[in-house]
DNA sequence: CGAATGATCGGCT
DNA sequence: GCCGATCATTCGA
């Protein structure tokens, strides 16, 4: 079943980030559906985490869909190139989101295939944030959309496949090195042995 | 208006 | 392992 509004709410975000394991993300663009389970993420706490936009509640255009309510997309792009999809979390003013790092692929995998121009199945089709979004058809066009109303084309599952804490892998988060002492917050989450996710630092 | 900068990936060595 | 791609966003002038 579709996640529902209070999973989003919760003002700590390091435990969403954690709960989204074992958690499916599905997209249905033009009744075209595909979908995959959600083996890492990534936390970022809004004013307080130097590795966020919204660090010292930096407000702009583009960050100001991470003000809202939780259970929208925050999509950006990265390295002029990459589209990266985000949760936002937290009460409304909270700039919380949760990185999607890696998926394992569940459904329509001849589609993401074809998305990422890869031939044979293989974990770089959905390994890190950039490959996911492509392999899902996401895109910055849908940052600002709607997880939780009943039309909308990308919504995230839960298809009771509880993850327990022993499955677990904490580390330092990726690619945030000028992040000063929030660099070192092992704010990073993936599933043991879950082939689906690049090694940890 | 111009310049710098990434929450990265994939190809090549 | 290293390196170049490639551009929206941001900030300062």
């Known amino acids: 079943m ?16 954690k709960d989204l394991l074992g958690k499916y993300l ?4 033009d009744q075209v559906r595909t979908a ?7 936390a970022y706490r809004g004013p307080e985490d130097k590795a ?7 407000f ?8 809202e309510e939780g259970g929208l997309a925050y999509v950006y792009l990265c390295y002029g190139i990459h589209h ?5 979390t937290g009460p409304k003013g909270k700039p919380h989101a949760v990185l999607i790092r890696a998926l394992e692929p569940v459904e329509s995998l001849d589609l993401m295939l074809e998305r990422r121009g890869i031939k044979k199945l293989q974990p770089r089709l959905t390994a890190g944030p950039g490959s996911l979004s492509k392999a899902m058809g996401i895109q910055t066009a849908h940052s600002g959309f709607s997880l939780l109303e009943g039309d909308s084309p990308i919504w995230l599952e839960d298809r009771d496949e509880p993850i327990v804490p022993e499955q677990i ?9 000028y992040a000063e002492e ?10 043991k042995n879950s082939k689906w996710t690049s090694l940890p630092k």
């Open 36 to 42: 995959g389970k959600i083996v890492e993420t990534e």
């Open 52 to 58: 966020s936009h919204a660090y010292g509640n930096r």
């Open 169 to 177: 892998q904490a580390s330092p988060r990726v690619g945030v090195d």
């Open 84 to 88: 990266l999809f985000n949760v936002v």
């Open 2 to 17: 579709r996640l529902e509004k209070s999973f989003y709410l919760r003002d700590d975000v390091v435990q969403i980030s």
């Open 26 to 29: 599905v997209t249905e663009w």
């Open 60 to 67: 702009t255009s583009r960050t100001k869909v991470m003000y």
């Open 182 to 191: 929030c660099a070192l917050w092992n704010w990073r989450f993936r599933i």
